[in-house]
């Protein structure tokens, strides 16, 4: 079976750095994905990791350690407009599983 | 280019009867999904159809029937609603492998 643990909430402060955390057991996947979702609206694609490391998209990056089954999502210069649901998710055989995600608060 | 779309964007039904949501892409995606989304619970996969033709169970099929009518649709139907059916529903699709989804903008529904 697949499953995804993350905290359910992190608080910030406004310009500050934060770490979503997901860890995850599963037989075997193809990629570990980032997804945000603000309230009342749909989810929204943010990264991927397919294979072990760090990749960057400009505010945001998100790391894969396969060996330890773990992963985290990186915000910097966090902004107000960062209020939101983040879901990790993984990928195999066309399937794609979803964390419970994690509500960031963000304090001015 | 529309990306995912989903009708109806509301929906109230009383227990026992019966509806579809239908779901469409325009970017010639071979994978379609169909989620629901309830407070605390994340999202559950509900159905899946990796290609035209082919559909599979996820996490949560009971009291669900789907059907992949060509490449750009994808309907969900409840036959006989339950109030524990009340919940957002999301289409997604992704092009194939699972790396990248679109979702739809959701479809809320009511079951009384």
């Known amino acids: 079976g697949q499953s995804l643990e993350q905290p359910s909430e992190v608080t910030a402060v406004e310009g500050a750095i934060v770490q979503i955390n997901c860890t995850y057991q599963?037989?075997?996947?193809?990629?570990l994905s980032w997804y945000q979702q603000h309230d009342g609206g749909a989810p929204t694609f943010l990264s991927y990791?397919?294979?072990?490391g760090l990749e960057e998209t400009g505010r945001f990056s998100s790391f894969l350690s396969r060996s330890d089954s773990y992963g985290y999502l990186l915000l910097q210069e966090l902004q107000m407009k960062d209020s939101a649901s983040y879901f990790c998710?993984?990928?195999?055989?066309?399937?794609?599983?979803f964390g419970k995600g994690t509500r960031l608060h963000i304090l001015p | 280019n529309a990306g995912v779309t989903q009708t109806p964007k509301f929906q109230v039904l009383k227990t026992g009867q019966s509806m579809t949501l239908q779901c469409a892409q325009d970017?010639?995606?071979?994978?379609m999904y169909w989620y629901r989304q309830d407070p605390g619970m994340g999202l559950r996969l509900i159905y899946y159809?990796?290609?035209?033709?082919?559909?599979d169970k996820g996490e949560v099929p009971n009291g669900y029937n789907v059907s992949r009518l060509n490449k750009r649709e994808f309907s969900l139907r409840l036959e006989s609603a339950a109030p524990s059916q009340t919940s957002v529903y999301f289409c997604?699709?992704?092009?194939?492998?699972?790396?990248?989804?679109?979702f739809g903008p959701g479809t809320r529904l009511l079951v009384l």
């Open positions: 599963t037989s075997g996947f193809y990629g």
């Open positions: 159809s990796a290609s035209e033709g082919t559909t």
């Open positions: 990791n397919a294979l072990d």
């Open positions: 997604a699709s992704t092009l194939g492998g699972g790396e990248t989804q679109y």
């Open positions: 970017m010639n995606h071979n994978s």
């Open positions: 998710a993984v990928s195999r055989d066309d399937k794609i599983i």
